[in-house]
């Protein structure tokens, strides 16, 4: 009789239906403030480039005509991830699995190619309102522009930093910071809206990517849900680094897919 009164008084299974908001299962020892996640982000941002070209007028003496752009975007690394290390450290427990829900699991990482499947969605998604209200070929990010300037080794570096440490960072902050802390306030459904709709509105720092906000949007509530099923990063951070990955991929090779879909329409043309 006492074992049955002690299973009655426990708690309903985290998720239940009339489960009330504070009470989730969803990263439970992640308990940062939105202060920390805003300097996070500040620090991932804004701070790092301008820490970058600080160093760079050191070390050149002066500020040239153009700082090379894997200089900043090192800098921002350094700075993303150096601000999450302090924060663990100073005022969490030193293990980012702990403190920000992080994993990478090899086992998960064929979430790269649902990623990819992911990107391919929201481009389709976007690609009526680019149409619709875009001039010529559409806004560009000025982080696509700076992809098509390069080339060889400098590429690839863009594409590491671009396609695998950006997703690391942005998933640590809007689904493990952020999101973490929401679902301790609110339902898992509206911290799933409220984070992705910080993650999306982020992206308007490039004027350029105001097109695209719809597609993150959509990007972000994916990202939520596979987050509250795996409860932790490694998913994910697999799955951004697909969508992140084949984009890089788009802009590497966007004169050979180019003449590829020239090359398919004459196809196309000649069997009509």
Request: a negative charge; proline letters at 6%; glycine letters at 10%.
């Amino acid at each position: 009789m006492s074992d049955r009164r002690d299973l009655d008084a426990l708690p309903p299974p985290s998720g239940a239906p009339n489960q009330p908001a504070g009470s989730d299962d969803y990263l439970p020892s992640v308990n940062w403030t939105y202060g920390q996640f805003a300097l996070a982000l500040l620090f991932g941002i804004i701070i790092g480039p301008f820490i970058g070209l600080a160093a760079y007028v050191v070390i050149n003496g002066q500020v040239g005509d153009e700082v090379p752009t894997l200089f900043l975007l090192g800098a921002q690394v350094v700075a993303s991830f150096g601000v999450l290390a302090f924060l663990s450290r100073r005022r969490g427990t030193g293990n980012w699995r702990t403190d920000y829900g992080f994993a990478l699991e090899p086992r998960h990482v064929w979430w790269i190619g649902g990623g990819m499947v992911l990107q391919i969605g929201v481009a389709l998604l976007t690609f009526p309102l680019v149409e619709q209200f875009a001039d010529d070929d559409g806004p560009q990010q000025e982080i696509a522009r700076l992809a098509t300037e390069m080339s060889g080794a400098e590429l690839v570096l863009f594409g590491l930093v671009v396609a695998v440490l950006t997703p690391i960072f942005e998933e640590v902050v809007f689904r493990g910071m952020l999101l973490g802390r929401l679902v301790k306030s609110m339902s898992r459904r509206w911290a799933a809206v409220v984070s992705a709709a910080a993650f999306a509105a982020i992206h308007l720092a490039d004027p350029n990517a105001y097109l695209v906000v719809p597609g993150l949007f959509v990007v972000g509530l994916a990202l939520a849900y596979l987050a509250y099923r795996s409860k932790n990063l490694s998913i994910p951070i697999f799955v951004h680094i697909g969508v992140n990955g084949l984009a890089v991929l788009f802009l590497a090779f966007s004169d050979e897919l180019e003449d590829i879909a020239d090359s398919v329409e004459s196809v196309i043309r000649l069997a009509l």
